[in-house]
């Protein structure tokens, strides 16, 4: 295979705010925390200090309605976090361009020095969220973080490893600055470490060493992932950084960590987290394919539709950050969709320091992955960065005659233009080689009982698909209070199938098979563009963020496939002797298709504790398909409002109570016997539940009861006696309660889990029996997984973990006419992190259980039996 791709590279996001110079030209002590120094016999506490006499004395005070908001209501940004070494220790510093406005609060906990900085947020001047983490910085420090805790307060926690370490708060012209001082400084004189050592979250590069002067500052930029297992923001379901808590509606993340520890290479083995979402086959072992709460899953990449046009094959997992799914109608916001929800993948985004990570994963069945991925600035002020994410896969399988070559790169160049624009070139490419496998045999609405390797194709079947995507975004921000995104995305994907890539549709009772080939050549074409305008305000004491936002789609596709016998073969016997009769053109046909979205949403905040989401958007969808074959063309119109609402009320800090009302809209081709076009089919959707924050935002869970319902579903039309037309009066409904949970219990120890209860059926058809459960969606499904990693002594960097994953069974048609049968699945891994090496090995399937991942025609899909995968990658 040769390949031959000239980059221009990509990405960083330190964008650093510059502060009013109306405060301070030095610095003003805030208060100060002294451990072992004592008043009337004990350790003197923050609140007991006396507050010197400056003009920053405000600033320490209990946070009141009235404070709490600033700058005309707004949340003030913390768009960096540096450390900085010291001779007495470490010095933190939040940048804020408008430090004097913010409210600080603190306490003691144990030997946690704990600060609550009112009215602001962590936000990268791109908007997404980030958290800061440095393990170990000075000695008697154990950790100092930064991270989000609701919607405007920022919590910075000091961990001492015996005593409350000894802090100072300052403001200057920067931001707001935490002096921690090391324990050996504070009791001994002794100079501390001239180097903190920093742990970033994730795929976060180590930071530049410091030189021994300490003059060089440590800068630690997250692009919006959670360091665990639980995040605590997500741009998905409103198309702002919003905190999940904030949101009215059902939305787990996966985030980079939970993937690289489970060993995911797929995206099916990265929703299997989420609750509710069920694998629905693979369509001839090729494409990814899922149900969300009954309904067929909507899959988008960056906000983008990622649907069959432009996605062919297997979503490669090498420039995934996170995934986030959103559960519900979303039509509001991403208009034609089935009412189930989206998986949204938002991809990696360049880093302000060099990063370098190579990686090779290497398995059972011939196995083998390398993969790189590198970032950094390229020019010294560091306005122009770069990301890029290389990886190449060989693998055979345990079916017969499957072999797969994939190869995917995915360039990222970002521009910092100035202060308050940004331009990103974003681009992938995937060229995938692998058989047509459409799995094994049903007979007599059983699945055969043979070994889970026999494959009935031909072996020299082949299909081979080439994608590429590529975007670009710029988002300028006119003040802190107004800014404007706009992203365009080009998709091309080409797919051909040679003519021994067999089918047969169904089997005997005796187990024979009539193949037929098929041979192909598809060609798609997707673009898209999206302008979304945000502005905060106040009405009132009323908080507001308004999206407008404006977005237009073509589509296009060419198909030309031809058609002939390929004789028989048996599936208990298999003989491979096909015969290829003469061909006949079985269809040639090209499809054009306009989409146009206009949408308005607001989310008020009308307490603190109180936030409302209502939101609108109309959609016009125009299709043309037209058939050479028969010299014919069909056309589809269509259009279609979808609100929603929701409401969030918060009566603690920690529990979120929410519940929402929302719509969703999907076009349909064809008339009725009357001759009226099909109108879509409508989603309608209603959901509350319950959010909770534990363990100091560690700990993050969900609990939800809704109820879905489709309607205008087509079904066979009664009163047409030839048969020929259908009629729009089906209805399908799920409901079900689902629970999430993620984050870190202790120290070291991380989990994720969930459970679903899934009722979903169909309530009206003239078709199928109504009570009929629809396909592939198992009434019960959950998971756990769990990881451990020695935090200190000998065993410090050395993890191991579990899970298991399982589904009761689930029909594969909605006839229901055969089952997939329930099963537990197991998998385990053990790694080890030491400075820049990671080394880990997962077994999957650890009890090689038989079980199946969906279904096509009248086919089942195998999972993978027993299979050990061991990775290691080395950051540099």
């Known amino acids: 295979m040769g390949y031959s791709l000239k980059l221009t590279l990509i990405a960083s996001i330190v964008l650093v705010m510059i502060a009013p110079t109306a405060w301070a030209q030095k610095r003003s002590p805030l208060n100060k925390a002294e451990s072992g120094e004592q008043i009337g016999g004990k350790i003197r506490q923050l609140s007991e200090i006396e507050l010197p006499n400056t003009s920053a004395q405000y600033l320490v005070q209990s946070p009141t309605p009235s404070n709490q908001q600033n700058l005309g209501g707004q949340v003030i940004p913390i768009t960096s976090v540096k450390a900085n070494p010291t001779a007495k220790g470490v010095e933190v510093i ?7 406005q913010l409210q600080v609060t603190n306490r003691s906990a144990g030997s946690n020095f704990i600060v609550d900085v009112s009215g602001g947020q962590l936000r990268l001047p791109s908007g997404e969220a980030f958290t800061f983490r440095s393990q170990k910085p000075v000695e008697g420090i154990t950790e100092i973080t930064a991270q989000n805790i609701d919607a405007n307060t920022v919590r910075v926690t000091v961990v001492g490893e015996k005593v409350l370490p000894t802090v100072e708060l300052y403001d200057d012209d920067t931001g707001l600055v935490f002096a921690v001082a090391s324990t050996a400084t504070a009791t001994s004189g002794q100079q501390p470490p001239q180097t903190p050592q920093a742990i970033q979250p994730g795929n976060q590069t180590q930071p530049t060493q410091p030189s021994a002067q300490g003059d060089e500052p440590i800068e630690l930029v997250v692009t919006g992932e959670q360091d665990g297992y639980n995040s605590s923001d997500a741009s998905t379901a409103t198309k702002t950084d919003t905190p999940l808590r904030d949101i009215p509606q059902s939305i787990q993340v996966i985030p980079r960590e939970v993937i690289q520890d489970q060993g995911a290479v797929r995206l099916t083995d990265i929703v299997r987290n989420v ?5 629905a086959g693979t369509t001839e072992d090729r494409s990814d394919n899922y149900i969300i709460r009954g309904f067929g899953a909507n899959i988008y990449k960056n906000g983008f539709l990622d649907d069959y046009y432009s996605d062919r094959a297997f979503r490669d997992s090498a420039n995934i950050e996170r995934v986030e ?14 009412p189930s929800g989206i998986i949204n993948l938002v991809t990696k985004k360049p880093l302000s320091e060099p990063y370098y990570n190579l990686s090779f994963t290497a398995g059972s069945y011939s196995f083998y992955r390398p993969t790189l991925d590198f970032s950094g600035p390229l020019t010294e002020d560091g306005k122009l960065g770069y990301r890029l994410n290389i990886a190449y896969e060989n693998s055979g399988s345990f079916r017969d005659f499957v072999h797969r070559e994939r190869f995917f790169i995915a360039p990222v160049l970002s521009w910092k233009i100035g202060d308050k624009t940004n331009l990103t070139f974003e681009g ?26 026999r494959n009935l194709s031909d072996p020299r079947n082949q299909l081979a698909v080439d994608e ?8 300028h921000n006119f003040n802190q209070n107004l800014s404007l995104r706009t992203a365009f995305r080009v998709t091309t994907a080409s797919e051909t199938l040679n003519r021994f890539g067999v089918l047969g549709l169904f089997a005997s009772n005796d187990g024979t098979v009539d193949f037929f080939s098929s041979p192909y050549n598809q060609y798609y074409e997707t673009y898209f563009l999206q302008n979304d305008l945000t502005a905060k305000f106040k009405t009132g004491s009323v908080n507001h963020t308004v999206l407008l936002g404006v977005e237009l789609g073509r589509l296009y596709r060419r198909s030309k496939t031809e058609l002939a016998d390929a004789g028989s073969s048996n599936v208990f016997n298999p003989v491979y002797n096909f015969s290829y009769g003469p061909y006949q053109p079985l269809d040639d046909i090209t499809q054009n298709t306009d989409s146009f979205g206009i949408y308005l949403q607001d989310q008020i905040s009308v307490f603190d504790n109180l936030k409302l989401l209502v939101g609108g958007r109309f959609d016009t969808y125009h299709s043309e398909l037209q058939n050479f074959l028969n010299s014919s063309t069909t056309t589809t119109d269509s ?23 929302s719509r969703s809209f999907n076009p349909v081709s064809g008339t009725a016997k009357n001759g009226d076009a099909f109108v879509p089919e409508r989603g309608t959707g209603y959901e509350v539940g319950i959010k909770g924050d534990f363990l100091n935002n560690r700990l993050s869970s969900t609990l939800a009861f809704y109820t879905v319902t489709k309607t205008n579903v087509v079904t066979t039309d009664l009163s047409d006696l030839t048969g020929t037309f259908s009629i729009q009066v089906g209805e399908q409904r799920a409901r079900g309660i689902e629970f999430d949970i993620a984050g870190e219990i202790l120290p070291g120890w991380k989990v994720i889990g969930s459970y679903a209860y899934t009722d979903a059926e169909i309530t009206e ?6 009570g009929n459960t629809l396909a592939s969606t198992p009434r019960h499904s959950g998971s756990l997984w769990t990881t451990y990693t020695f935090q200190t002594g000998l065993l410090k960097g050395f993890g191991f973990g579990g899970g298991i994953f399982a589904a009761s069974k689930n029909y594969g048609t909605l006839d229901n006419t055969y089952t997939l049968p329930g099963f537990v699945r197991t998998d385990a891994a053990v790694f080890y992190k030491k400075d820049r090496l990671r080394a880990s090995v997962n077994f999957k399937n650890l009890f090689d259980v038989r079980y199946f991942q969906g279904s096509f025609f009248d086919t ?9 995968q061991g990775t290691i990658s080395w950051e540099f």
């Open 765 to 770: 058809d003239n078709s199928y029996p109504v």
């Open 94 to 100: 939040l940048e804020t361009p408008a430090g004097t």
């Open 468 to 475: 590429s995507k590529t975007y670009l975004t710029l988002s």
């Open 275 to 279: 609750s509710g979402v069920a694998n």
């Open 639 to 661: 259009d279609a409002f979808s609100p929603r609402v929701g409401v969030v009320y918060q009566p603690t800090k920690e529990i979120s109570l929410f519940a929402n009302y």
């Open 428 to 453: 992938e490419y995937l060229h995938s080689e692998s058989p047509r496998d459409v799995g094994i045999y049903l007979i007599g609405g059983r699945i055969a009982d043979v070994p889970i390797s």
């Open 325 to 338: 799914v959103l559960k519900g109608p979303a039509s509001v916001l991403f208009g034609r969709l089935e």
């Open 860 to 868: 089942a899909n195998p999972a993978d039996p027993f299979t050990v």
